[in-house]
């Protein structure tokens, strides 16, 4: 179960992991554009991404809970594999990050960073999840999830708190959505302590499994995704977080991928913020709807990890 009181414990049981982020806010995108966007800015977070206050969360409880815990596994190229990887450097556990053979040098750079070890299988994600359990299983380590745990949404749910303690008298909040974890902590916090605020989830079009499973009413299943977003190529939301959605998320909306190149240059020109795509979607969604015109709207851009070399392709 998810509750208020697992969100605030969250804050305090992570905050020697994860930083409180600022909000920046630009004038000159005001005057230029005319909306009043506030971002707030994950990709200056630990690790580059907000995946640290769910797995940092999830790590610490299970600690708490088994002191024997020896290590701890799961399977992720992108910032889900490099936060779990810190937080297990943290606490001196073993780590195990299972990556595709396809997986960019970077990427593996980052993970290695953490003197985690990095087992590269297959190309499917079928084929790593397997691999991963079998990890699991022979070296008696703790799955961490991306998303589909209460422990993870309670962390990601710590963003939601400190808005709402930065920002007064905020009108709605875009939150991206993957497989859901972080804009089910993020809208449980907010409708459960002001529920006026707007919580508006933004999908890549290519995308849009959870927009797709909202309408139908059930957990609906994409054959495939394709985006530059690529921290938002979930197949179907969680199990957990697509009730959460569903409760909680007062709109979900598409951005198409030149809608999102443009979001990145436009934070990099503006804010002086560099987001990954993954994490402009949201303020690719406030600038085609307008949102923001005449309301304050906090954009949450969610990561800031891409390569060095691709960001000439936005500018
Ligand atoms: C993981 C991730 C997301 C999506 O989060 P979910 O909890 O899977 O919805 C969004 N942006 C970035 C940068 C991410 O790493």
């Known amino acids: 179960m998810l509750n208020i009181q697992k969100i605030n414990d969250a804050h305090n049981s992570i905050k020697d992991f994860a930083k409180v982020t600022p909000v920046v806010y630009s004038e000159a995108l005001e005057y230029d554009l005319g909306n009043k966007l506030i971002l707030k800015a994950e990709n200056l977070q630990t690790t580059n991404s907000f995946k640290i ?5 999830c790590i610490i409880n299970r600690v708490k809970a088994f002191p024997d815990t020896k290590g701890v596994v799961t399977a992720s190229s992108g910032n889900h ?12 556990l073993s780590a195990t990050i299972v990556m595709p053979k396809t997986a960019p040098k970077a990427k593996i ?3 290695n960073r953490w003197g985690a070890k990095i087992e590269l299988c297959g190309t499917t994600s079928g084929e790593r999840l397997s691999r991963m359990q079998q990890i699991a299983d022979e ?5 961490v999830p991306p998303y589909d745990h209460y422990d993870i949404i309670a962390g990601q749910g710590t963003i939601g708190k400190e808005i709402m303690e930065q920002v007064h008298d905020v009108d709605a ?7 859901g974890g972080l804009i089910s902590g993020i809208s449980y916090y907010i409708k459960h302590t002001n529920p006026k605020v707007q919580v508006i989830g933004v999908e890549p079009k290519g995308s849009n499994s959870m ?3 909202i309408e139908r009413g059930s957990i609906t299943q994409l054959d495939s995704t394709k985006s530059i977003a690529d921290g938002l190529l979930s197949l179907k939301p969680g199990d957990l ?3 959460i959605v569903r409760e909680n998320v007062d709109r979900i909306i598409t951005v198409n991928e030149d809608e999102i190149s443009n979001a990145v240059s436009k934070c990099i020109e503006y804010f002086k913020i560099v987001p990954e795509p993954s994490g402009a979607v949201t ?6 709807t307008g949102w923001g015109k005449n309301k304050k709207v906090v954009a949450v851009v969610s990561g800031g990890n891409f390569d060095m070399e691709r960001i000439q392709e936005f500018i």
């Open 173 to 179: 909040v875009l939150v991206p959505i993957g497989g």
């Open 53 to 57: 206050r769910g797995s940092s969360n």
């Open 139 to 143: 070296e008696g380590y703790f799955v």
């Open 81 to 92: 594999g490099q936060a779990v990887a810190y937080v297990a450097y943290r606490l001196g």
């Open 109 to 111: 750079n980052a993970v």
């Open 241 to 243: 977080t697509f009730p």
């Open 283 to 288: 303020v690719a969604g406030a600038l085609k």
């Open 211 to 213: 927009g797709v499973s």
